[in-house]
């Protein structure tokens, strides 16, 4: 289960998570990345409250990356927790995403 | 549309002669282990993190082969990591290839075949009723490979199988394949599942290896 929420900020719309991205929120998780990547120019996932990604979470955020590319808008996935992070490192995310250790914002 | 084990097994199919090709048999098998745990995942019926594999619905997804795995999964409770699984199952590759098999001949994109090689050894052979197919899996295979955008998720997957077991040598060439190994390392990485089964066919070549080997007394 993950919370969503979102602000614009000096030019970035973040999409905060929070909670578990597992198969339960993929669905939620990808389309609040995707509306938001096919309407801002600037998006930036923070997952710093974000304490779980499973294989169905991370194939969310890679799908919203997709749309965010089709839509030529940047996308920057931000402060993942520890767990997080082990786990993007492990599937080489940052060969196809931008991580970032903190918001650019 | 096809399921994920269906476009394995349709893309080892040979299209001048119908017959099963394999650069490396035991390979295959693994990767049939892996499309049949994609297939699960894409219905929405098993997750996976880094080592465990969790059961998400137990309804039958209506696919004789996925719901007889799902069954299973549900019973032994006693295998909980892909490892697992992905060894598990692999005893059931001859069935998997086969129940494929058969899903397409009823689908009409194959046809069954069999006759007699020197008048005694049986040889089945599965020729395709249109190219049609094989040819849209090895498009999205080579699209995939060949762009630096990010993939559909049935092409991450079906590119992770299909490399393990040598697959992609039907989809390009040696040479653009070793242009684009970094590419397809890549991609094969992005999912768990796909590691894990690199890793077990890693570790049956070591086997045979090992068993192959001369002993020195």
Same mark, same amino acid.
């Given at each position: ?105 | ?7 394995v097994v349709?893309l080892a ?8 090709r394999s650069t490396r048999e035991f390979g295959t098998a693994y990767a049939l282990v892996g499309a ?34 799902? /069954? +299973?999964? $549900? =019973? %032994?409770? @006693? ?7 992905? #060894?598990? !199952?692999? *005893?059931?590759q001859?069935?998997?290839e ?60 079906l590119v992770s199988i299909a490399e393990p077991c040598g697959l992609l040598g039907y989809?390009?060439?040696? /040479? +653009?394949? $070793? =242009? %684009?190994? @970094? ?5 094969c990485?992005? #999912?768990? !599942?796909s *590691?894990?089964v690199t890793?077990a066919i890693?570790?049956l070549d ?12």
């Amino acid at each position: 289960m993950i919370q969503v929420t979102q602000e614009t900020r000096s030019g970035w719309y973040v999409v905060a998570v929070r909670g578990r991205a597992d198969a339960e929120a993929a669905d939620e998780l990808e389309g609040a990345l995707r509306a938001a990547v096919e309407a801002h120019p600037k998006v930036a996932a923070d997952f710093a409250a974000l304490d779980y990604i499973s294989s169905a979470g991370l194939r969310a955020v890679l799908q919203a990356a997709r749309a965010a590319q089709t839509a030529k808008a940047e996308f920057a996935v931000c402060s993942p927790s520890a767990r997080v992070k082990k786990v993007f490192d492990m599937s080489g995310l940052h060969h196809v995403l931008q991580i970032y250790g903190e918001l650019p914002c | 549309m096809l399921t994920m084990l269906e476009e394995v097994v349709l893309l080892a199919v040979d299209e001048n002669t119908g017959g099963l090709r394999s650069t490396r048999e035991f390979g295959t098998a693994y990767a049939l282990v892996g499309a049949v745990l994609f297939d699960l995942a894409l219905a929405g019926k098993i997750d996976t993190d880094t080592e465990t594999i969790q059961i998400i619905d137990r309804a039958p997804t209506g696919n004789a082969t996925l719901d007889g795995i799902l /069954a +299973e999964m $549900a =019973r %032994r409770l @006693d295998l909980n990591t892909v490892q697992d699984w992905i #060894e598990h !199952i692999y *005893r059931r590759q001859a069935d998997l290839e086969g129940e494929a098999l058969a899903a397409l001949i009823q689908q009409g994109i194959l046809r069954h075949e069999q006759s007699k090689r020197l008048w005694v050894v049986d040889v089945e052979r599965f020729p395709m009723t249109s190219n049609r197919h094989q040819q849209h899996v090895k498009v999205r295979l080579a699209e995939a490979i060949r762009t630096d955008s990010i993939p559909d998720t049935r092409d991450i997957m079906l590119v992770s199988i299909a490399e393990p077991c040598g697959l992609l040598g039907y989809v390009m060439d040696e /040479a +653009e394949l $070793a =242009r %684009r190994r @970094d590419r397809i390392q890549m991609l094969c990485n992005l #999912e768990t !599942i796909s *590691r894990k089964v690199t890793r077990a066919i890693a570790r049956l070549d070591r086997t045979l290896r090992l068993q192959a080997a001369p002993k020195i007394i």
